[in-house]
């Protein structure tokens, strides 16, 4: 077998992947970056909104009310120090990419333009902020792309087309690479690394109507899980308010911050009774709970009253056309409607997984081990939607991802720059954890084998099982319903089956290695929603419809082996005063 | 609805063959890329090509439909004829049925410099730039690489290695028009000679199919326009 040896292997080429790479490259370190697409392709280009930094271009703003609204946000699940960190290093982060060349969008005075978003405010819950930068509602894109170019300047090294299949260590559990093979010929290789970096983004395939790419399927969360670290706070699955209903494309919420809102059936301005102050741009997890309270007592909107509508058309083609074109290309394109006339259908849609792989503010993958809480993994990073830091706790705020990505990227390859003066040398494989990650891969090879149900069945009823037992609203039947039809799921994957056997370009088997992937995401987030009975941020349970702070400030953790703990939040921020939880109103 | 759809596995394949399909229940709005999933799912799970987004933005499923190239995420099925034909981009190495190796496209790429280059130090901020400044880089820094211009470009088919084509040209265009970028007197020079740039005949094939609505042809002839008046 093929193996190749770098300072650093990082698995995931979207924005946490490549600022972590471009960091790593020009600090002369070398790094393989390996990606199940062509870089530009990850979902990070997807991206519409924006990403939040108190620049004060717009409104008066700072860092700590950026700090505060976020904590507020994650429903006081967050943990502060590494917010603090985020919201401080946000400025210097957006300075950084458009140094970097990200083209965006501007103010008359030459500097970068900012949009208000959902849950900012001024002075900590005053006046809304507009602290969204953004390249039209194009920022990730914008932000992806001038990543990979000076990637290329930098001359990173990549790995186009490769999968990853499981994370390889050393006896003593120490992360020493990852076996992947080249999708092109099937080629499998060892890349053996003195750090390996996950930024394998989201699990939005979990769901099937979402607004995530194909690709989202948490590949980097299975291979953690099946590595024997737990998954944090997985049962925290946000659903952005306004997909488009029934077909799962986003429509920002920098629609709604340029001064679009919601009306239900009977043509009501509903947020207006929900969040009285923030309207349209409360949390979104207040949202999406509104819109789909107000389908569900039947005030929706058309024919079987099963959405609501976002009207945009107040606004005027001139603004629409300026700064929001892409979705008005995809309104013309998916609905045939110009949202400069015709208000667009919306209903919560699953968009972001909250919930990842643990880490401290380093990028450093922490386990429990012990009395210990939270040990460093040795030579194990993450960062990005896979990472659980956590900055977004229960509920992430828009425009908070890119940030969390491009913040955590930089700092997870700043701690591995260090990491690697301390320790020159490769470590030793364990030749038993290759045989493993070979048996995960080579399940799938079973010529001759015509019996076992096919993987797009199977995933097409996880999905379905996920939303119908897993979404905005819960209670302990569903949920509990749910948890016995994904371990029997789980059971069934085991004898599933693909036909395709070519070694050249077999997207049948990358499709069947993500099924096993999601199908350990859905086994650690039903869990964690079942156990967890209280309502906090996107988790909103029928029956338990307070947030308990005495049983449950505490991060869930679920491992396969013994399934689930918890852990302390960190409440102490670096420097300023801890914001102790209070009731969340907009 | 029926579908005719190009073949080829290098593995078992002699050569490459149209196969026949059909899908009952067609949704109302269905897309190529829907079409091509439940075919994947229900019919033939060996049929492979690339796909991500699902929405336009990611570039992934770049292929050629009744004869032109686009994007199968964004083509609506209902308003295509049928057999609805579906080739891979044309010129390129078929690596398996819709999926071509993309290596020429991406290195043409590469080698128009396309990363800002600013020679001063940065400052501490944002690198000043005016709206009007900004609206200079609209239609030129859109493009999602899907490659469906440069493999219908005629110039682009027959010089392959020497002709840069419109998608790498675009991006020269996007650095070149961007207030920020210090490299300009760079850029155009290396864009000289017979081929690179001036290969372009003004075919406009390119700006027919992008999805993407931008329009090459300009931004060369913009490019062309910048080097005359600085030989001058
Ligand atoms: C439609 C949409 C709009 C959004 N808009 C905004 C916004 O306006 N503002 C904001 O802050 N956030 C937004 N988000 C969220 C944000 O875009 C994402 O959370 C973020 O881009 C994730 O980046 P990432 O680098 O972690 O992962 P991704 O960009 O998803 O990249 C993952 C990478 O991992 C690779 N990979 C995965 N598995 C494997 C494997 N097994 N082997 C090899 N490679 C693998 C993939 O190829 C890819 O390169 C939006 C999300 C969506 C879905
Ligand atoms: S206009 Fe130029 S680049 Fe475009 S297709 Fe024609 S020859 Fe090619
Ligand atoms: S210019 Fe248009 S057709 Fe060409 S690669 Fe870019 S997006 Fe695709
Ligand atoms: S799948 Fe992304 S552009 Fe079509």
Redesign the interface.
Same mark, same amino acid.
């Given at each position: 077998m093929k193996r190749r040896q770098f300072d650093t292997l990082i698995i995931g080429a979207g924005g946490g992947g490549l600022r972590a790479a471009l960091q790593l490259s020009n600090a002369d370190t070398s790094v393989a970056v390996v990606s199940k697409?062509?870089p530009?392709?990850?979902?990070t280009?997807?991206a519409q909104g924006g990403m939040n930094a108190a620049l004060s271009n717009v409104t008066q703003d700072n860092w700590h009310w950026h700090m505060f609204d976020t904590v507020k946000g994650s429903d006081y699940l967050g943990d502060q120090d590494a917010i603090e960190y985020m919201c401080r290093a946000a400025p210097k982060a957006?300075?950084e990419l458009?140094?970097?060349?990200v083209?965006?969008?501007?103010?008359?005075?030459?500097?970068?333009y900012q949009r208000p978003f959902g849950g900012q405010s001024q002075n900590f819950g005053g006046d809304q902020a507009a602290r969204t930068c953004a390249?039209a509602d194009?920022t990730g894109?914008?932000i992806l792309?001038?990543l990979y170019?000076?990637n290329?300047?930098a001359k990173t090294h990549f790995f186009d087309e490769y999968f990853a299949v499981d994370l390889l260590k050393d006896e003593e559990g120490h992360v020493l690479g990852a076996l992947v093979f080249n999708i092109?010929d099937g080629e499998i290789i060892v890349i053996e690394a003195k750090t390996t970096l996950l930024a394998t983004g989201g699990a939005g395939q979990l769901f099937r109507t979402t607004t995530n790419?194909?690709?989202n399927t948490g590949d980097g969360l299975g291979m953690a899980l099946r590595a024997g670290i737990p998954l944090q706070d997985m049962e925290f699955f946000q659903f952005h308010p306004t997909g488009i209903a029934g077909r799962g494309?986003l429509i920002t919420e920098g629609a709604r911050g340029e001064g679009g809102y919601l009306v239900n059936g009977d043509g009501e301005r509903l947020m207006e009774r929900y969040a009285p102050k923030a309207k349209d741009l409360a949390s979104r997890d207040v949202v999406s709970r509104a819109i789909a309270t107000e389908v569900r007592d039947g005030r929706g909107c058309g024919p079987n009253k099963d959405h609501v509508m976002l009207k945009l058309d107040h606004l005027g083609e001139a603004v629409i056309q300026k700064r929001l074109p892409?979705i008005r290309?995809?309104c013309i394109?998916?609905?045939?409607i110009d949202p400069a006339e015709t208000p667009i259908p919306v209903f919560p849609t699953a968009h972001y997984t909250m919930g990842g792989i643990p880490t401290n503010r380093y990028g450093q993958v922490v386990v429990p081990v012990k009395d210990t809480p939270e040990e460093p993994v040795f030579g194990l990073y993450a960062a990005g939607e896979c990472a659980c830091v956590s900055v977004h706790g229960a509920n992430r705020l828009g425009g908070n991802s890119l940030l969390d990505i491009l913040v955590f990227g930089r700092a997870a390859a700043n701690h591995i720059i260090e990491h690697l003066a301390e320790n020159r040398y490769h470590l030793t494989m364990d030749e038993n954890s290759i045989d493993k990650a070979m048996e995960n891969l080579q399940r799938w090879d079973q010529k001759g084998k015509t019996d076992g149900e #096919? +993987?797009?069945?199977l995933r097409?009823e996880l999905k379905a099982v996920m939303e119908e037992h897993c979404s905005v609203f819960r209670n302990e039947d569903v949920l509990k319903q749910g948890v016995e039809k994904v371990e029997q799921l789980a059971r069934r994957l085991k004898d599933a089956r693909?036909?395709?056997q070519? #070694? +050249?370009?077999?997207?049948?088997k990358v499709e069947a290695l993500e099924l096993d992937n999601l199908m350990c995401c859905a086994l650690a987030t039903i869990h964690s929603a079942y156990a967890r009975t209280e309502s906090r941020g996107a988790h909103s349970r029928m029956d338990y419809t307070e947030r308990d702070d005495k049983h449950w400030m505490r991060h869930s953790l679920y491992s396969l082996e013994s399934g689930l703990d918890y852990k302390p939040v960190r409440t102490k921020p670096m420097s300023v005063d801890s914001f102790p939880p209070k009731p969340r109103v907009y | 609805m029926k579908f005719k759809v190009y073949r080829y596995n290098p593995d078992v394949d002699a050569k490459p063959y149209m196969q026949d399909y059909e899908l009952e229940d067609i949704e109302p709005g269905m897309m190529l890329l829907a079409a091509l999933l439940r075919i994947k799912d229900e019919l033939d799970e060996t049929l492979s090509f690339r796909r991500s987004c699902g929405e336009g933005v990611c570039g992934s499923d770049g292929m050629n439909i009744n004869g032109t190239n686009g994007l199968a995420c964004i083509s609506p099925v209902a308003e295509l004829k049928q057999p609805i034909e579906v080739r891979p981009l044309p010129g390129q190495p078929v690596v398996r049925d819709l999926i071509v190796d993309m290596d020429q496209f991406y290195q043409q790429y590469r080698a128009v410099k396309p990363y800002l280059i600013v020679k001063d130090p940065m400052p501490e901020v944002e690198l000043p730039q005016t709206p009007e400044q900004r609206e200079k880089l609209d239609g030129l820094y859109e493009c999602i690489l899907c490659g469906c211009c440069s493999t219908a470009c005629p110039s682009f088919w027959w010089n392959p290695d020497k002709f840069l084509g419109p998608a790498a040209l675009l991006q020269a265009s996007r650095f070149i028009e961007d207030s920020r970028d210090q490299a300009l007197d760079e850029r155009l020079a290396d864009l000289e000679g017979p081929f690179k740039l001036f290969r372009c005949h003004t075919i406009m094939n390119c700006v027919q199919v992008c999805p993407k609505g931008l329009n090459p042809t300009k931004a060369i002839g913009d490019i062309k326009k910048k080097m005359v008046t600085r030989s001058l």
């Open positions: 697409v062509f530009t392709r990850s979902h280009v997807a957006v300075y458009e140094h970097f060349g083209p965006f969008s501007r103010l008359d005075n030459g500097s970068i390249a194009r894109h914008a792309h001038s170019q000076q290329i300047h092109h790419a194909l690709i494309m892409g290309q995809t394109t998916f609905l045939g #096919s +993987v797009s069945q097409d693909i036909d395709d070519s #070694s +050249v370009f077999n997207t049948a | -």
